[in-house]
């Protein structure tokens, strides 16, 4: 299984990316699918989690900013963030996991200019 993660970039604080992840293989469905970030020098924390069965979890630093949708069962994740920080600046990881393995993906940078 790999995970492909797109959509970092460059902006400006107060402005908005969406990230993607998409899996490739043949190991579906995914117990959870998540978003992880690692800011630089910074251990590598969870941002957001989608379960299965549709629930989801926020991490404190960004609730009501971001938003994570997408579908355990095709391997699909999306991560919007508005409203973003400087302190956002990190690089964001896509996560999946069965009941047996985890996954991640390569990362993609999001950083945010104050």
């Known amino acids: 299984v790999q995970l492909q993660a797109s959509g970092g970039g460059l902006v400006q604080a107060g402005e908005s990316l969406r990230l993607s992840c998409v899996a490739s293989?043949?190991?579906?469905?995914?117990?959870?699918m998540a978003w992880y970030r690692q800011a630089p020098g910074k251990q590598r924390e969870l941002v957001a989690r989608?379960?299965?069965?549709?629930?989801?979890i926020y991490a404190g630093p960004i609730k009501g900013r971001y938003t994570i949708s997408g579908d355990n069962a095709k391997g699909t994740l999306d991560l919007q963030m508005d409203s973003l920080k400087s302190e956002d600046t990190a690089v964001y990881y896509c996560?999946?996991?069965?009941?047996?393995?985890?996954?991640w993906g390569q990362g993609t940078q999001v950083t945010v200019s104050s």
């Open positions: 989608r379960l299965d069965g549709g629930s989801i």
């Open positions: 996560n999946a996991a069965t009941w047996s393995r985890e996954y």
């Open positions: 293989g043949s190991v579906l469905p995914f117990t959870v």
